[in-house]
């Protein structure tokens, strides 16, 4: 809170801006040391890794979720099927 906002410092290192925008253009890490394989590889273990911490639905939620998505649905078909048949009249009725 003793920073002032227009601080050119980084809070976690502490130097300014300037030199660390010289730094990006090396690469480095682990990104920068693998080949196509290796880094389909990373992307996997990536993937698996976010999946785990996905909350997945309960049986019970799963079927209330389904069950409410397809009565709206429902809902939805039948209000365009009203107003499609609406307009159909409208235009029957101007063209004759």
């Known amino acids: 809170m ?3 906002l227009g601080s050119t410092a980084t ?3 502490g130097r300014p801006e300037d030199e660390v925008a010289t730094k990006k253009g090396r690469r480095g890490g682990k990104r920068g040391k693998k080949g196509p394989l290796g880094r389909l590889a990373l992307f996997y273990r990536q993937v698996v890794a976010e999946l785990r911490k996905v909350v997945w639905p309960t049986k019970s939620q799963l079927s209330t979720y389904t069950t409410v998505v397809i009565v709206f649905v429902v809902i939805v078909i039948g209000l365009v099927t009203v107003i499609d048949y609406g307009f159909e009249q409208a235009v029957k009725y101007v063209f004759g």
């Open 2 to 4: 003793t920073e002032a």
């Open 11 to 13: 809070p976690e290192s």
